[in-house]
């Protein structure tokens, strides 16, 4: 009876109760469902390509702004009485704002400068910018969504950050091992997911989907987490990512790359570890390294992360 | 032979009635000559960098405006990045800017000073204290205001 009288609590469809007390035990989902309810922090990201950290963060706090540091560089919890992103700070692409496990995901791919970096499904843009960030613009970034509507956003959002080192192509990620024949350093796979682990954010998600869509968007996952590994040069790194706490999502995903690919997963030093089984399925033990985030864990969207090596690059 | 979107651009820089028109235009021209400013779908860029990528893209570089109906520039914020540095000054108060960036005129009250006096009707780059640009104004000395021709709050108001 539990998971139905939390599920009509809280708005939400039975099933998704049932998974979530499977992964956190009942007070554990209760904890979940409340700080979702309750909302998590704000963080921005300051964007050292449009000015000095120490100034921004000033401006802000000059502004009233109450700015504290968290484990990812450049990146703040925010608390204010007006949102920032109607500060001149953010007109002029000097702060983004992104939520602090979205941050750790671009920071964990490890970019350099100078290197070739693949960004998958990159619209809206809050990774591609950082990591144009963190490679001071200098190499390539080829950023690719198949919505041209959000293109747009990321194109804006690439304006505004001062980016000058991307090119976006409006494609199906799928398509691309057909289309590009050289291979890049580093792949960065924020894989389009049911958006669980936004709930506290876009309150929809919690009655638009159904049990068959976690098996749904597993199937494209794969076959986008097979179209980055395939462009990835030997040893070069693959960093998977999504907004979901849903196994099939995630382990799963990663379960069938071990399988398929020669590659390691590199452990990670923030968040909970990958499960080892879910609802009767079991994962293999090396997907204990990838990452877990929750919101009343972390003060995070619910966000899954994984890095890749690979150990073997693949003939195209 | 020049394209019908550089007359246009052409047109939108004369009309910034600019001490440094004729700089700014054999800028433009340069970058055009050397293919560095380009038109892909709507948009012109200016490139600031090659790659194989290029052919396939839809953005790459400073996004300087797009073109319209009846083939009319309309600039984009980051403009101001590239003929900035031909423009003069105005450097306005914060609450200024910041009404400057609601689409807002700036009154001659909150401008703290001028990188050069300017002529009636010229377009200036809109500043903060600091040196931040926020956009570009016309000067109308007789109504003692900036009139808002682009500004930075556009990432907003077009809900990107």
Known sequence: ?316 | MTPSWFKSLKRWVENLNSEYEDEIMKFMKWCLDSEILIKKENLILLLTSRSSFLNRSVFSGIPLGEIGSRERFIPHPEISSVIGPFLKKAYSSEKGAVLFTYGRDLFIESVLGYSEMPRDEECLLICDAYGRDFGIGRYKRGERIIVNLLDRGLYLRKGY
């Open chain 1, 1 to 316: 009876m539990l998971p139905k009288t939390l599920a009509r609590k809280y708005g939400l469809r039975e099933f998704m109760v049932k998974r979530y007390i499977e992964i956190f035990g009942v007070k554990g989902t209760k904890e979940f469902l409340d700080k979702v309810e309750r909302g998590i922090s704000s963080y921005v990201r300051v964007n050292t390509i449009r000015g000095r950290e120490e100034e921004i963060t000033y401006r802000l706090m000059e502004k009233g702004f109450d700015l504290k540091d968290t484990f990812v560089p450049h990146v703040y919890s925010i608390k204010g009485d007006f949102s920032p992103s109607s500060s001149l700070e953010y007109l002029r692409g000097e702060i983004f704002l992104q939520d602090l496990s979205s941050a750790y995901a671009s920071f964990s791919l490890g970019v350099k400068e100078g290197e070739r970096v693949l960004d998958m499904c990159s619209a809206p843009g809050a990774k591609t910018t950082h990591i144009a960030q963190l490679m001071r613009n200098k190499g390539e970034i080829l950023a690719v969504d198949s919505s041209k509507t959000r293109v747009l956003s990321l194109i804006y959002n690439l304006a505004r950050c001062g980016v000058r080192n991307c090119y976006v192509w409006i494609e199906d990620s799928r398509k691309l091992p057909s289309m590009i024949k050289s291979k890049f350093d580093r792949v960065l796979l924020d894989a389009p997911c049911t958006g669980e682990g936004v709930i506290s954010k876009d309150r929809s998600r919690k009655l638009s989907r159904v049990e068959k869509d976690y098996s749904i968007m597993s199937s494209i996952q794969k076959e986008l987490i097979s179209s980055g590994l395939s462009l990835l040069k030997e040893g070069g790194i693959l960093v998977y990512s999504t907004c979901s706490i849903s196994p099939e999502e995630n382990e799963e995903v990663i379960s069938y790359a071990l399988e398929k690919f020669q590659v390691e997963i590199i452990p990670l030093e923030f968040g909970e570890r990958g499960l080892k089984s879910f609802m009767g399925r079991k994962y293999p033990r090396e997907v204990t390294k990838c990452r877990r985030f929750y919101p009343h864990v972390h003060d995070t969207y619910g966000f899954f992360l994984a890095k890749l090596r690979l150990v073997k690059e693949v003939k195209t």
